[in-house]
């Protein structure tokens, strides 16, 4: 989506506006590992002033956020985000109307799924590919939010994230993808110490 050109539903009167976006992280953002915890703490302070409620994902590199409140409010918001240097590549994948808030004691809820259990969520998270879903997988997310939020923490209760360096995390995927591999690459590597104390042995 080009920044600036997403054509915002029409407000109902009394209603709550919502809208879910993807985005990247920057590589000067990966490295600060204060980016989580200083994201939720003016996230919580901005969104309690404006009254906006919502979430926020980030997994391999990736947000995805969803924000509820007042249509010119949620505007205003976007624009703001729009401009944040943390992250960039911003995509629009849905929004609408509701008739009130769903999150409404989450002015932020931040989950990082590298270091949280995922398994109250979809499948949807598994892989986290968000700039390749509709509306139909970002609605599902919200539906499978709805009931972590009901069901698993008291609505007063702040998830802080344990931010974690990009490289870190980067590692572990490509850990995760290739533990075949590098398991093997493992046994060769002792394999190779082995011969080689032998061979010092019988030297």
């Known amino acids: 989506m080009t ?13 709550t506006h919502y809208l879910v976006y993807t985005s990247r992280i920057t590589p000067k953002a990966s490295f600060q590992t204060n980016t989580f ?11 309690n002033m404006a009254n906006i409620s919502g979430f ?3 997994k391999k590199g990736k947000f995805l956020q969803y924000i509820e409140g007042n249509h010119q409010a949620i505007i205003s918001l ?28 989450w002015a932020m809820h931040c989950i990082d ?5 995922s398994g109250v969520f979809s499948e949807l ?12 997988e970002a609605l599902q997310l919200i539906s499978d939010m709805q009931r972590y939020y009901h ?17 870190q995390m980067l590692g572990r995927a490509i850990a995760k993808r290739h533990r075949v591999f590098l398991l093997l690459e493992g046994l060769i590597v002792l394999l190779l110490m082995l ?9």
Do not use: C
């Not at 069901?151 to 490289?167: N, R």
């Open 3 to 15: 920044r600036g050109k997403h054509r915002w539903s029409n407000p109902m009167s009394e209603s």
């Open 37 to 47: 915890t200083d994201i939720l703490a003016k996230s919580n302070h901005n969104n």
């Open 56 to 58: 926020l994902f980030f």
């Open 78 to 105: 976007y624009e703001k985000l729009e401009q944040d240097k943390r992250h960039k590549a911003l995509k629009i994948i849905v929004s609408g109307t509701r008739p009130a808030p769903i999150f409404g004691q």
């Open 113 to 117: 799924l590298g270091n949280s259990e």
């Open 125 to 136: 998270v598994e892989d986290f590919a968000p700039y390749q879903w509709g509306a139909g």
């Open 151 to 167: 069901q698993h923490h008291p609505a007063s209760e702040i998830f802080a994230p344990k931010p974690v360096p990009y490289w």
């Open 195 to 203: 011969s080689y104390m032998a061979w010092k042995l019988r030297g």
